[in-house]
């Protein structure tokens, strides 16, 4: 089973920003698509952003104009660089694998995600 591991999270004040980062064994990473996914408290894991093999990519309305991810494939490393954060952000950030523009259907195990908390 793939198993990617997530980095980056924190406490930081609304309007703050912060970068996590997603890597895998050997080039997973570089060979799949990405998706970074999140879950608040009492709510369903949602996508946030995802970036194909092929370099496209799709957000949540919720984040368009705020996060951005990338890929830097000599790293075999994903970024979220998450900017203008607000409390509805708070919540556990995963990265996780999928095949072509599949970004709602992603195949690797779950990792234990990294905690994101914006303060009011």
């Known amino acids: 089973q793939v198993h990617l591991v997530e980095s980056g999270g924190g406490l930081v004040q609304a309007g703050g920003s912060l970068r996590l980062s997603c890597g895998g064994p050997?080039?997973?990473?570089?060979?799949?698509?990405v998706g970074w996914y999140r879950q608040a408290p009492g709510k369903q894991r949602e996508l946030v952003a995802g970036?194909?093999?092929?370099?496209?990519?799709d957000y949540a309305d919720s984040v368009k104009g705020r996060f951005t991810i990338s890929r830097d494939n000599a790293k075999n490393t994903v970024y979220l660089q998450m900017n203008s954060l607000k409390p509805e952000d708070t919540a556990v950030y995963y990265c996780?694998?999928?095949?072509?523009?599949?970004?709602?259907?992603?195949?690797?195990?779950w990792g234990q995600g990294t905690q994101v908390t914006v303060s009011s």
């Open positions: 970036i194909a093999s092929g370099g496209s990519t």
């Open positions: 050997g080039r997973i990473v570089s060979i799949n698509g």
């Open positions: 996780n694998v999928f095949a072509g523009t599949s970004y709602y259907l992603p195949f690797g195990s």
